[in-house]
């Protein structure tokens, strides 16, 4: 995952929640992931977190 990607957030119980967002941030490591959503704004992610639920979160346009 990189700046620009765009990420689809699915919430099957909770559809209301569903969101998509944009990475705006990575750290050196590529650990911390800066999103910003567009119902809630910005937040911290980890990567590893995003990557562990692909039921929930899919990478839907990668920047080039």
Do not use: C
């Not at 700046?3 to 944009?22: C, R, S, W």
Request: net charge negative; proline share 3%; hydrophobic share 40%.
């Amino acid at each position: 995952m990189q700046v620009g990607d765009l990420i689809k957030f699915t919430h099957i119980a909770k559809p209301e929640e569903n969101d998509i967002g944009m990475i705006t941030d990575v750290d050196e490591k590529g650990n911390n992931l800066m999103i910003y959503w567009a119902k809630t704004g910005s937040t911290s992610s980890k990567a590893r977190a995003i990557l562990a639920h692909p039921q929930s979160f899919e990478v839907i346009s990668a920047s080039r």
